[in-house]
T-cell receptor, first 112, second 117 residues
Framework: RKEVEQDPGPFNVPEGATVAFNCTYS??????FFWYRQDCRKEPKLLMS???SGNEDGRFTAQLNRASQYISLLIRDSKLSDSATYLC?????????????FGRGTQLTVWP | DGGITQSPKYLFRKEGQNVTLSCEQN?????MYWYRQDPGQGLRLIYY???????QKGDIAEGYSVSREKKESFPLTVTSAQKNPTAFYLC????????????????FGSGTQLSVL
């Protein structure tokens, strides 16, 4: 079983739509959670951290459910520029090393 | 401007050849990482370094080697022992290790696409 699982999509939505992605993680010792955005053949860039109480940044809302071990990302009023791959990232601190684990990403295409 | 620089952007390797990917950062970050990304796959950790002169194997270290002689530099060598090297390679850095700081964020270079001739 992979450490972080995401539905790869693709999700194809019209401009203005609301779309949600989920991500599940296998290790209950996970400490911190992030969503990164990656454009085709570019480096990932941090979109937002995910906090226990849920957090919002403009059109983006992230939520964490520790009991069910999943995090979600909601995008409201989708823009063409939101088209990208969204990576779920989880940090485990079960050892002295600390590790970030990446999901395979969920591909989003927003069409006019 | 502070940042993390990878070079070259595209690299071609002949069979049996070793090649080295460069990664330099001027962010004064202690921790540096190398990831490999295959199409439709998540990033997989090759090697990471939490401090100068120290580095640790990640999940897929076989066929790769690294060095960390300077804080700013973390070059990755893809050796001839790596039989399937074609991939997108990403270097990253963070101020300190995720082991030490819960919400430590990664800063990525722009990546190197390695292909086999």
């Amino acid at each position: 079983r992979k450490e972080v699982e995401q539905d790869p999509g693709p999700f194809n939505v019209p401009e203005g739509a609301t779309v949600a992605f989920n991500c599940t993680y296998s290790n209950s010792a996970s400490q911190s959670f992030f969503w990164y955005r990656q454009d085709c053949r570019k480096e990932p860039k941090l979109l937002m951290s995910v906090y226990s109480s849920g957090n919002e940044d403009g059109r983006f809302t992230a939520q964490l459910n520790r009991a069910s071990q999943y995090i979600s990302l909601l995008i409201r009023d989708s823009k063409l520029s939101d088209s990208a791959t969204y990576l779920c990232v989880v940090n485990y601190r079960g050892s002295t090393l600390g590790r970030l684990y990446f999901g395979r990403g969920t591909q989003l295409t927003v069409w006019p | 401007d502070g940042g993390i620089t990878q070079s070259p952007k595209y690299l071609f390797r002949k069979e049996g050849q070793n090649v080295t990917l460069s990664c330099e950062q001027n962010l004064n970050h202690d921790a540096m990482y190398w990831y490999r990304q295959d199409p439709g796959q998540g990033l997989r950790l090759i090697y990471y370094s939490q401090i100068v002169n120290d580095f640790q194997k990640g999940d897929i270290a076989e066929g790769y080697s690294v060095s960390r002689e300077k804080k700013e530099s973390f070059p990755l060598t893809v050796t001839s022992a790596q039989k399937n090297p074609t991939a997108f390679y990403l270097c990253a850095s963070s101020m300190s290790s995720p082991a030490l700081v819960t919400n430590e964020k990664l800063f990525f270079g722009s990546g190197t696409q390695l292909s086999v001739l």
